[in-house]
């Protein structure tokens, strides 16, 4: 079965550094999605992404935080000047052709900020 | 925005037991997820349940949107069971809302 693949798995950044986070979506999917989790906390919605562009973004989703499909397979979140509030699981998901179907997520991405 | 309410917040079973999860919504909402997220973090698609009732082997879930809310059913509980269960549900705008999930603990 298809599924979302994030790289790295685990990611340490030093304060005030630019991280780049990975993931490939299924490959016939149109919808594409970024979630934070706080270590011990619900998972919250970042931002969504069709036809590339941003479709929706919360209000966590502030100027620090970009977007980018550099190619037909990648889907990148960067966060220009980390913080240590920054320090979460970041999960990569996708859904096909009807933005209603269910969303297949990524393993994520522990990043920890020192 | 639409509040996604989950109970119990904590449940202790022992192995063999059976229980109930309850996810309330505060609006209509076009979509619903059940998730299990397991010791490692990774978070496992359980059921995609707008309406009506699915089952997966010990698992089962049931939404009935016209009264906003759904039940996740575990039978026969396994150690391999724990973790959290997550509700995560779709409005029609592009986000999920999720909710605060229950966390199961099933002992040996």
């Known amino acids: 079965e298809p599924e979302v693949t994030q790289t790295p798995s685990h990611q340490v950044t030093q304060m005030g550094q630019e991280v780049i986070l990975r993931c490939v979506p299924i490959?016939?999917?149109?919808?594409f999605y970024w979630y934070r989790q706080i270590l011990g906390q619900k998972v919250e919605f970042l931002v969504s992404f069709y036809n590339n562009e941003i479709s929706e973004k919360s209000e966590i989703f502030d100027d620090q935080f970009s977007v980018e499909r550099p190619d037909g397979s990648n889907f990148t979140l960067k966060i220009r000047s980390t913080k240590l509030e920054d320090s979460a699981m970041y999960f990569c998901?996708?859904?096909?052709?009807?933005?209603?179907?269910?969303?297949?997520f990524g393993d994520g991405t522990r990043l920890s900020i020192l | 925005g639409i509040q996604v309410e989950q109970s119990p917040p904590d449940l202790i079973l022992q192995e063999g037991a059976n229980s109930t999860l309850r996810c309330n919504f505060s609006d209509s909402v076009n979509n619903l997820q059940w998730f299990h997220q397991n010791p490692w973090g990774q978070l496992i698609n359980l059921f995609y349940?707008?309406?009506g009732t699915k089952q997966n082997g010990r698992l089962s879930a049931t939404t009935v949107a016209t009264e906003r809310y759904s039940l996740l059913y575990i039978s026969s509980s396994q150690t391999t069971d724990s973790g959290v269960y997550f509700c995560?549900?779709?409005?029609?705008?592009?986000?999920?809302?999720f909710g605060a999930g229950t966390r199961l603990f099933v002992k040996a």
């Open positions: 998901a996708s859904s096909d052709r009807d933005r209603g179907q269910p969303q297949h």
């Open positions: 995560a549900v779709y409005t029609g705008g592009f986000k999920t809302i």
């Open positions: 349940i707008p309406s």
């Open positions: 490959s016939n999917h149109l919808y």
